[in-house]
């Protein structure tokens, strides 16, 4: 396989995947012999997730567990997390969770 270079902007499931909190979809490495310079009036602010996001990550991904450990049939439990699914891979979902969403469902609905 052949080495890319170049540049890129990174949102935040990328930097959760450089914190190493989420497995990378394509392998990553990072080549720290080349650095880039950006003035302190160039820099952009790197959004973090918020106290409310993050408490909602951790409520929704209890909910995920719950589905996994409930007594009801996998049709149930996959219609269940079929929803949550395309809850996570809405737009509106990216706008309230943050970086959780894209966490949660490359986490539990990785294909």
Not at 57 to 73: G, M, R
């Amino acid at each position: 396989m052949g080495v890319m270079s170049g540049f890129a902007r990174i949102n935040d499931f990328g930097v959760e995947v450089l914190e190493g909190g989420v497995e990378p979809p394509v392998s990553i490495s990072i080549d720290k012999s080349r650095r880039a310079r950006v003035s302190k009036r160039e820099q952009a602010p790197i959004a973090g997730r918020t106290p409310q996001q993050q408490a909602i990550t951790e409520a929704l991904e209890k909910v995920i567990i719950a589905i996994d450990q409930a007594k009801v049939s996998e049709q149930e439990k996959n219609e269940a997390k079929s929803l949550l699914r395309k809850l996570l891979g809405s737009k509106a979902a990216a706008k309230v969770f943050g970086a959780g969403a894209q966490f949660l469902a490359a986490k539990y609905f990785a294909e």
